[in-house]
Structures are given as C-alpha cells and as structure tokens.
C-alpha cells in the first residue's frame, strides 16, 4: 500500500510540470542538488534529490515516515523525464519546465498542474 502511494504521490507531483518545445536548453549544473516540493495538498514533505551524472533520489515524509524511491533524470532541451523504480516497476514521466533559476524550478505537468521545487540549502 506504501509503494502505491508513494508511486501516485511522486507521479503527481512529477507530472505537474510543461512549457515549449523550442525554448532554451536547461542547465543541469543549475538542477543537481535537493528541491523540496512546495503545495503537496497532503502536506507531505517530498524531497527531489538529482545527481550530477542522472541520479535521481525521491524521499516523501508523512507524519514521521519516509519512502524512499531511486530512478534517474534526463534532460533534453526543456524537458526534464524523470523515471523512477517504485517495487520493482519502473516507471517514467517527462515534464517541460517553464523556468528554472539557482533556487527554483516552476513549470506545469501533464494534467495541468502547476510545480514549485524550492532549492534546499545546507544548515
């Protein structure tokens, strides 16, 4: 039951970015590091964690607990496909990001939901 919600929390939050096609390539030097998901209407901590060569690390916290998934990101042009192995499914989910600076990336996903990741900084 862990592993379907956090499948469908992620995919949520994943598939809530979109922009054009032939705007400028992003920068992956500016997405390695850890983005915390703003507006999770369930009030969960989610947590994206990308690596400088296409890891991927997802953590969800919810009242104490975390989940945990890994996969792996690609970047081509502004399309950021992020695909994850959640108990032994591998899934992927390709999202278009409209604006991405050293502390935010902002878009809007498949279904039209919007995405704000806010950059984590070290304490």
Not at 30 to 41: Q, T, Y
Not at 76 to 89: P, S
């Amino acid at each position: 039951m862990r592993a379907i919600l956090t499948t469908a929390t992620l995919f949520v939050l994943a598939g809530s970015l979109s922009a054009g096609d032939n705007e400028p390539v992003l920068d992956p030097a500016k997405l390695v590091g850890k983005w915390e998901a703003k507006g999770d209407p369930e009030k969960r901590l989610v947590v994206f964690e990308f690596e400088e060569q296409g890891g991927l690390v997802v953590r969800i916290t919810r009242k104490g607990e975390e989940s945990k998934a890994a996969g792996k990101y690609q970047i081509e042009g502004r399309t950021l496909t992020l695909t994850l192995k959640i108990a032994g499914v591998e899934d992927s989910r390709s999202v278009t990001v409209a604006k991405l600076t050293d502390g935010q990336l902002f878009g809007t996903g498949e279904k039209g939901r919007p995405l704000l990741l806010v950059r984590m900084r070290d304490k």
